[in-house]
């Protein structure tokens, strides 16, 4: 979730960049950021609050009932998540990550973004979402080690923020949509307000759970 959360770079200009060019802007931008926030998950009547502290590449998510903390370092040919204890930091349990976070839409394979590190992406051309401007990826998983077969991403050209993510499983059926719905200004700096995680039902449209990620000032 980290590479939605901050907003703030251009990528319009000419010649139109690649795709491999456009994912390595949005990974460099990313690791830069200074964040402090206060976020929640929702899902009903579930509420799973969270802070979430960036300093450069390092960015730590914090939950509660039951403590959970954990650590994303974003390298620059990958990614990694790793559980923080009173002990130290070990690397987050592989199989563990397509498991859904507190109950929600929301897995800690998602929390990691490690798609943006895939090798195999193309620009497939420009759409828009929300009335604005956008560069459509597709990216191909590189092993069957993640839940999605690939992913579809729409980059904003001013700001180059992640405005949408369909992510497809290996049956090539849509399985879950994150979509940007507003964004907020703080301290003169453009965030996250609200994005909305879809999970559809195998080999339909019909959405069976709607988690939306929200972030307060």
């Keep these: 979730m980290a590479a939605f959360f901050a907003l703030g770079f251009s990528l319009e200009g000419q010649p139109p960049p690649s795709a491999k060019e456009i994912l390595a802007s949005v990974r460099m931008v990313e690791s830069k950021q200074q964040l402090d926030l206060q976020g929640q998950l929702r899902q009903n009547d579930v509420v799973v609050a969270f802070r979430l502290v960036q300093n450069g590449p390092l960015i730590r998510y914090s939950f509660t009932n039951p403590d959970e903390v954990l650590q994303l370092r974003l390298g620059e040919n990958s990614s990694r998540l790793d559980v923080v204890t009173d ?38 051309g420009e759409e828009n979402v929300r009335t604005r401007k956008c560069w459509k990826l597709q990216l191909r998983a590189p092993s069957r080690e ?15 923020a992640l405005m949408r993510m369909e992510g497809y499983d290996w049956n090539a059926q849509l399985a879950k949509r994150f979509e940007v719905v507003s964004a907020q200004k703080i301290e003169g700096r453009w965030f996250l307000k609200q994005m909305r995680v879809e999970e559809f039902q195998p080999g339909t449209n019909h959405v069976q759970a709607r988690t939306y990620l929200e972030i307060k000032r």
Excluded: H, M
């Design 87 to 124: 002990a130290g930091t070990e690397r987050f349990v592989g199989s563990k990550l397509n498991e859904k976070i507190r109950g929600t839409s929301v897995t800690y394979e998602d929390l990691a973004f490690k798609f943006l590190y895939w090798p195999s992406a193309r620009v497939l």
């Design 146 to 160: 993640s839940q999605y077969s690939n992913v579809l991403l729409w980059i904003d050209k001013a700001s180059g």
